[in-house]
């Protein structure tokens, strides 16, 4: 028996097959290799190509940042000032500690803020002074000075880890204090030691 060999092919439109770039207006071959695909929304197996070819893309991309950085910047200083946003990057640092880090999550370590709240408000534990959240960014390569009534982290014995009973929240003036203590904080931080520890002859 012959066997009888179908002579039909799949039929391309040729058509599909380039595809020109609305911004440059050069044509390249309609693949992943010159336009940036994403699954078509309602065929099975069918990607769209996006209408700039990947260098006009990625041009513009980069344009927009450029315009839009201290946009971006004024934003994110926005968002590092408010309560959860300044604790969240404060939070990365305790987690990164070298000292170490007891704390399970985020929620933990913030509820210790809100627990201290309750007793001092926002003042400084030590110095009673009102406590900030004041940022802001670096600028042609100068670090930024910290500012002396921001709130920052502290550990009340420094041989231990932070955690919920080794962590307090001070002035960084109280922080930048500790080479040079004053008899005043020195008598307030034995107190602290006392009522976390139930005694402040603790190494």
Known sequence: MTEIISLKRKFVNPTLTNKTCRTCGKEYPRTGEFFYKRTHPSMKNVFK???????????????????????????????????????????????KSKHGCEFK?????????????????????????????????????????STDTNISKDRILSSRPYSKENIMFVSWKVNSMKGNISPKIAKQYLQFVKERFGTDEIE
């Open 49 to 95: 190509y996006e209408n700039n070819c990947i260098r006009c893309d990625n041009e513009r991309s980069l344009k927009w940042k450029k315009e839009n950085r201290d946009i971006k910047i004024k934003n994110n200083i926005k968002y590092r000032i408010t309560e959860n946003g300044y604790f969240k990057e404060m939070f990365v640092g305790v987690r």
């Open 105 to 145: 999550n985020y929620e933990e370590f913030f509820n210790c803020w809100k627990e201290q709240q309750k007793i001092y408000g926002i003042k400084c534990p030590y110095l009673g002074i009102e406590m900030t959240k004041i940022k802001g960014i670096n600028k042609n390569g100068i670090k930024r000075r």
